[in-house]
């Protein structure tokens, strides 16, 4: 049974089109995230979200959106592709930040914009 | 700002071999570091969490340091096998829920 899942697994598209990735946990976790894997396999952190709060990484551009409509979800909106949001993209779940959290993370969504 | 680093980029031993990655952060303010391992093509997998009360942790023939005062970790396995080629990547937290990840060891175990 896998604990974080994302959906899909893989995302081809064309510029300017927007497109959704679902993410989904069942750990019970108060706290999702995303990441972007980019092509030298450096993982930077988009967005964490918990039911109280929303951490935008000030470098991500406002085309990207992260959408809860639960606790064990959390689906990343992308508007406008462009060539340079081609990466795979993680979504990962902990208990809410402290001593011992430990992060899961799914198998990430490969996208390539063409 | 947290930064992680991981030397070496790239490791290649020879099956059998023992072998330790290296972890190093710049904010000694953490609450955990938790190292994984990345297969081609898949997600990351944790292999061990240690929080920042801690020295060490171990599971099967992984064996994590943690030496918060000066910032380093290793990772240290025994007996490499061909099974164990993959990229490991270490992530610390502090305050909040952000994890900050290194640049990744690439290993790989020649049969």
């Known amino acids: 049974d896998t604990a974080v899942s994302q959906t899909p697994k893989y995302l081809v598209t064309q510029m300017g089109n927007d497109k959704s990735i679902k993410c989904e946990q069942n750990?019970?976790?108060?706290?999702m995230y995303w990441y972007k894997q980019d092509s030298k396999k450096f993982l930077k952190i988009m967005f964490s979200?918990?039911?109280?709060?929303?951490?935008i990484n000030e470098t991500v551009p406002n085309r990207f959106s992260p959408k809860s409509p639960d606790k064990a979800h959390l689906n990343l909106h992308i508007n406008s592709l462009e060539l340079g949001d081609s990466a795979v993209y993680f979504c990962?779940?902990?208990?809410?930040?402290?001593?011992?959290?430990?992060?899961?993370f799914g198998q990430g969504t490969r996208l390539t914009v063409v | 700002k947290q930064e992680v680093t991981q030397i070496p980029a790239a490791l290649s031993v020879p099956e059998g071999e023992n072998l330790v990655l290296n972890c190093s952060f710049t904010?000694?303010?953490?609450?955990?570091l938790q190292w994984f391992r990345q297969d081609p093509g898949k997600g990351l997998t944790s292999l061990l969490l240690i929080q920042s009360s801690q020295r060490e942790q171990t599971s099967g023939r992984l064996n994590a340091s943690l030496d918060k005062s000066s910032g380093r970790s290793t990772l240290y396995i025994a007996a490499s096998q061909p099974g164990d080629s993959a990229t490991y990547l270490c992530?610390?937290?502090?305050?909040?829920?952000?994890?900050?990840f290194g640049t990744g060891t690439s290993l790989t175990v020649i049969p």
């Open positions: 990962a779940s902990s208990r809410q930040g402290g001593m011992g959290t430990e992060a899961f």
């Open positions: 979200y918990n039911n109280k709060e929303l951490i």
């Open positions: 992530a610390v937290t502090r305050t909040g829920n952000q994890f900050y």
């Open positions: 750990l019970g976790h108060d706290t």
């Open positions: 904010d000694s303010a953490i609450y955990n």
